[in-house]
């Protein structure tokens, strides 16, 4: 158990919908990362927040879009889904930039 | 820009044979390297990392690898392999300063053959 939670496990939803992944990081950490992991693409880093603020973007679409709230907890939000956008989305979080990243268990999304 | 290449798509063994899993990174400068595991259904954990120093590197679940700059390489080993060792091997590259993302090869998954 990394100690990074992430809900729900599983999510399937229809094309055009809109869909909110959340993620818990380790007690501590103030990094959060998104990935995205599907067949064609491997894993793909899509955002990075440190302390509530962005800190980088990956090949992040534009209709995905990500927060980190005050209490270090982030979601990410999907819109707009295509069938492409069926994949594992993955949360990992760090201490700080540049050290270890703990990954959570992630989220499938099929999206049908 | 960092790129990390896993050569082997599937790597079968036996069980209680030597394994070795190959990576290759292109960076410009030292880099920070890493090999992630994933086991079915499960998140990405660790291996082991090298960031500098020593470029033999010890790892969880007796895995080790060595860092070889001058063939750009990251080769992760085990010298007796258990059935439980079946899983998607990750190779990691990451660079210092900046906002540190790291960038994932496509992955090696291990078969295990009793």
């Known amino acids: 158990d990394s100690g990074v939670t992430q809900t729900p496990k599983h999510l399937i939803t229809a094309t055009g919908q809109r869909v909110t992944l959340r993620c818990s990081p380790r007690?501590?950490?103030?990094?959060v990362y998104w990935y995205q992991q599907s067949l064609d693409q491997g894993l793909q880093f899509l955002i990075q927040?440190?302390?509530?603020?962005?800190?980088a973007k990956g090949n992040i679409l534009e209709r995905f879009s990500a927060q980190q709230f005050p209490d270090l907890h982030s979601e990410l939000n999907l819109s707009s889904l295509e069938l492409g956008d069926s994949a594992l989305y993955f949360c990992?979080?760090?201490?700080?930039?540049?050290?270890?990243?703990?990954f959570g268990p992630g989220t499938r999304l099929t999206v049908l | 820009a960092q790129s990390v290449t896993q050569p082997d798509i599937h790597i079968t063994v036996s069980e209680g044979a030597s394994l070795e899993l190959r990576c290759n990174y292109s960076?410009?400068?030292?880099?920070?390297l890493f090999w992630y595991v994933q086991s079915p259904g499960q998140g990405l954990q660790l291996l082991l990392k090298?960031?500098?120093?020593?470029?033999l590197v010890q790892g969880i679940k007796g895995f080790e690898a060595e860092f070889k700059r001058s063939q750009s390489s990251f080769n992760l080993r085990k010298p007796s392999v258990h059935w439980s060792d079946a899983a998607e091997y990750f190779c990691?590259?990451?660079?210092?300063?900046?906002?540190?993302?790291?960038?994932f090869g496509r992955g090696t998954s291990l078969i295990v053959h009793p």
């Open positions: 990691a590259v990451g660079a210092e300063g900046g906002s540190y993302i790291p960038t």
């Open positions: 090298y960031f500098s120093g020593d470029t």
């Open positions: 007690s501590g950490d103030l990094s």
């Open positions: 990992a979080s760090s201490a700080g930039v540049g050290n270890e990243q703990f």
């Open positions: 927040y440190y302390n509530g603020e962005e800190r």
């Open positions: 960076y410009g400068a030292t880099p920070y």
